[in-house]
């Protein structure tokens, strides 16, 4: 089984500035996919950035970013230019590859961002 | 639909009651999925279907939590005889096919037994 760990319950984050939230994972796959989800208050899992694990350049969404460290295990989502709509709860996801239909998620990190 | 819909968004049952949850794929998809979302914690998988055909039902909980799909677009997940630790948010979610990668989740139904 895959375990992915999110080590910060929560952040707080002034508006227009950047915040970075860690995941790692556990895995013996060599190709595998990861996933940063938001979920406001709605509850929607709304998907933000996703990484094949085959691809060495880091996924970009307009102010998204990754880091991915294949060797470490460790995907981070960088979050710049905060804005008050990115207050949510964001958690970090592993599929072993696309024909393995399950996600694994983390605990998940509240993100605040002030005003 | 243009997204995926479940209902009821809330539901309180009595320990001891069955409930029954919907969830209404986005239509076309092939791929449907429920998960269980304990509070403050990440979704679990509870179950797969491909078309009508449940697949995987290996994170289901116990033999009191049944799940279907008889024509292969509407999905019913049932809780039998309802117990506190069932209380969560449970969570739908399609896709296109096994192929695909893009979930789409439903916004849950926050279930609470008292």
């Known amino acids: 089984a895959q375990t992915v760990t999110q080590s910060q319950p929560e952040m707080s984050v002034q508006e227009a500035e950047t915040v970075t939230l860690s995941c790692t994972y556990d895995?013996?796959?060599?190709?595998?996919?990861l996933f940063w989800y938001k979920q406001p208050p709605s509850r929607q899992m709304i998907l933000v950035i996703r990484?094949?694990?085959?691809?060495?350049q880091n996924a970009t969404e307009n102010r998204f970013s990754v880091n991915f460290q294949k060797a470490a295990k460790s995907f981070s989502l960088k979050i710049s230019d905060s804005q008050l709509g990115d207050t949510a709860m964001y958690f970090c996801?592993?599929?072993?590859?696309?024909?393995?239909?399950?996600?694994?998620f983390g605990a998940g990190t509240t993100v605040t961002v002030r005003a | 639909g243009a997204g995926v819909s479940q209902s009821p968004r809330y539901k309180v049952a009595k320990r001891g009651q069955d409930v029954a949850l919907r969830c209404d794929p986005i239509?076309?998809?092939?791929?449907l999925f429920w998960y269980q979302q304990a509070l403050g914690q990440g979704p679990e998988f509870l179950t797969y279907?491909?078309?009508?055909?449940?697949?995987?039902k290996s994170g289901l909980p116990s033999d009191r939590f049944f799940a279907e799909r008889p024509e292969g677009s509407v999905s019913t997940l049932k809780i039998q005889r309802t117990q506190q630790e069932d209380s969560a948010v449970y969570l739908c979610?399609?896709?296109?096919?096994?192929?695909?990668?893009?979930?789409?989740f439903g916004s849950g139904t926050r279930l609470t037994v008292v």
């Open positions: 239509s076309g998809h092939v791929s």
């Open positions: 996801a592993f599929m072993k590859h696309v024909l393995d239909y399950k996600l694994s």
């Open positions: 990484q094949e694990a085959y691809k060495q």
């Open positions: 279907f491909q078309n009508e055909a449940q697949l995987d």
């Open positions: 895995t013996s796959e060599n190709n595998y996919y």
């Open positions: 979610a399609s896709k296109e096919g096994p192929g695909d990668y893009g979930y789409t």
